[in-house]
């Protein structure tokens, strides 16, 4: 081959090897591109800065944009489509009574279903149903029932029966509790440790900041003289921040708090296990002793399960130191656990998103949030088959409790606060008259062999009118053996409104109330929250999906609820029925 010959093939392999090494040069510049721009993509989806309208500020959220006009009363089968997680939620069915005559549950004073659900309307974000917990939406609202005047009992049962504004026929039973409220100078000293969650995700302006004001809003209900703070945070390390100082000492509470930033993991049972020794270090034995947990739930280094969780706050509400929870965040909020470190701990958890909502728990509230009046509070109704043949619990499906566990003081349940309200509610059918008799007769056999009812003490005996019995157990805060309150509820305590015609659909959806009684006005004030807590209940299982009330809408509860609105101080039911309004608005 001449010297010609052989530079030519040479030329071309060259050129060739040239362009080859470009087009793999290419190739991998568009995949660091692509890579890149997934990266960026996943980052952004955890830390998505968006404007919240409820407090007017920019907002780290996780997962991804708000989804306008929403989608209220999903179904439970739809996946949400970011982080939130709440425990599954089956709402409770009709029982009959012949099969079951006794129903029991804890006291439940948590009112993050309202203040989460609230936040979802307000960004026009789809409903997640699971948030949705009927009991916590009701008991988010004060009720003016009676006071105890002594507490000796800190607490008394106001009860009422009115006809169901959702199915025709039935009947609600009303029983509302409003405990001891204490006198602030006859209050107990305070051992007060913040645990603070100061992981990366707590960074956004909804969560740490947040927490500093809601602190800030705290102190300055505390006696200066009498109460402690101590301060605890947690990211990647634990460490304490503050020494229990007493709260006169303001200026070296406020520094430690201001120095606070956010970063790293989430070393959460570390925190807890720091927090509790420096309570028990600083225990106050003729005090409270209570430890306030502010975060987004989010256990990521160390223990994370929620049963040793649990087990480990369990052991310590032992000796006398109490955990409450102020959840915030959102997109990342783990409410199951927060429920369970609540729960467990004799306190009660709630959901912060606004300055407004820590106002209304720390300052408004402070009493009830702080100082508790009574623990394991439990309920139990035995129902009376000879007027009662079904019966369903609105709510409360986390908080059922076995017929035994009532008179077992071992067993755990809610803590009340003073001056706290919690309302129950009842929807049963009653027997009609023509086929009331005795047990025998309907129930086809006598109470000794009804489901549950074996024990003598634990089925009443009944009078014709009577439709259940109530029992009410709880325990001082500092006292193992647990106190009864008993009460019988019979048709005397049955109030009809003025003008019902059961054969009137638009009358029905008033079934309730009472805004034209001619009673005495403390007692229309009681019917008025009455009316209101069923408005809020039907507003509960209208989100839900509404499966179980017959036709109930949004205009129903709207109408019910600016009827029985009362006296409304700091406006929270104002917007409740400003939140009914959007929620029909995003229905059309």
């Not at 040239?18 to 793999?24: L, N």
């Not at 599954?88 to 009709?94: A, D, K």
């Not at 106001?158 to 959702?166: A, E, K």
Request: some cysteine; overall charge negative; proline content about 5%.
């Amino acid at each position: 081959m001449s010297p010609k010959e052989s530079k030519e093939p040479s030329a071309l392999s060259s050129t060739r090897g040239r362009s080859r090494y470009r087009w793999i040069c290419g190739f991998l510049f568009v995949g660091v591109i692509v890579l890149a721009a997934i990266l960026l993509s996943v980052f952004l989806s955890k830390g998505r800065k968006q404007t919240d309208p409820t407090t007017g500020v920019s907002n780290a959220m996780p997962g991804g944009p708000s989804m306008p006009g929403g989608n209220y009363g999903a179904s439970d089968d739809e996946p949400y489509p970011w982080g939130d997680e709440f425990a599954n939620l089956t709402q409770n069915e009709v029982i009959h009574v012949c099969d079951e005559p006794v129903s029991t549950f804890s006291a439940d004073v948590d009112t993050t279903s309202y203040s989460f659900c609230r936040r979802m309307l307000n960004n026009g974000d789809t409903i997640q149903p699971n948030a949705v917990r009927a009991e916590e939406m009701i008991n988010y609202f004060d009720y003016a029932y009676p006071l105890p005047v002594s507490e000796d009992q800190p607490f008394e049962p106001t009860v009422m029966v009115s006809n169901s504004p959702w199915n025709l026929g039935k009947k609600l039973l009303h029983i509302g509790i409003k405990g001891f409220d204490i006198v602030p100078t006859e209050r107990r000293p305070s051992n007060i440790v913040f645990l603070i969650d100061c992981s990366g995700s707590m960074g956004g302006n909804d969560r740490l900041p947040l927490v500093k004001e809601s602190i800030k809003l705290l102190l300055a209900t505390l006696s200066p003289q009498n109460d402690s703070v101590a301060i605890v945070t947690y990211s990647s390390e634990v460490k304490v921040v503050l020494e229990p100082t007493f709260v006169y000492h303001e200026e070296q509470i406020l520094e430690a708090l201001h120095q606070l930033e956010a970063g790293g993991g989430t070393s959460g049972a570390g925190g807890l296990a720091l927090a509790y020794d420096l309570a028990e270090h600083n225990f106050n034995a003729n005090g409270v002793n209570r430890i306030i947990l502010a975060t987004d739930g989010d256990f990521n280094i160390g223990t994370t399960n929620n049963d040793d969780l649990e087990t480990f706050v369990s052991k310590k509400r032992e000796k006398g130191i109490f955990l409450s929870v102020l959840g915030f965040g959102y997109g990342n909020y783990k409410d199951s656990r927060m429920k369970a470190l609540a729960n467990n701990g004799n306190g009660v958890a709630v959901y912060i998103d606004t300055i407004n909502e820590a106002k209304k728990v720390l300052v408004t509230e402070a009493q009830a949030t702080l100082f508790p009046i009574a623990k394991d509070v439990k309920f139990q109704l035995a129902f009376n088959p000879s007027t009662v043949s079904g019966y369903r619990l609105i709510g409360y499906e986390k908080r059922l409790l076995q017929q035994e566990d009532f008179d077992d003081d071992t067993v755990d349940a809610g803590e009340i606060g003073s001056g706290h309200t919690v309302t129950v509610l009842y929807e049963f059918d009653p027997v009609p008259q023509q086929n009331s008799g005795n047990i025998d007769e309907i129930c086809n056999g006598t109470k000794d062999h009804l489901p549950g009812t074996q024990e003598e003490d634990q089925f009443p005996e009944f009078e014709e009118d009577d439709f259940a019995s109530l029992k009410i157990r709880y325990k001082a805060p500092d006292e193992d053996t647990s106190n009864l309150i008993t009460r019988k509820i019979t048709k005397g305590d049955t109030r009809l409104s003025a003008g019902v015609n059961n054969q009137d659909s638009a009358v029905q959806s008033l079934r309730g109330s009472f805004a034209n009684s001619h009673v005495a006005e403390d007692v229309l004030s009681v019917y008025r929250d009455f009316d209101w807590a069923t408005a809020v209940a039907g507003f509960a299982q209208v989100l839900r999906g509404g499966e179980l009330i017959d036709g109930y809408s949004y205009d129903d509860i709207i109408l019910l609820a600016e009827r029985s609105k009362g006296e409304d101080l700091y406006g929270y039911r104002e917007e409740f029925i400003m939140l009914v309004q959007k929620a029909k608005q995003a229905q059309q």
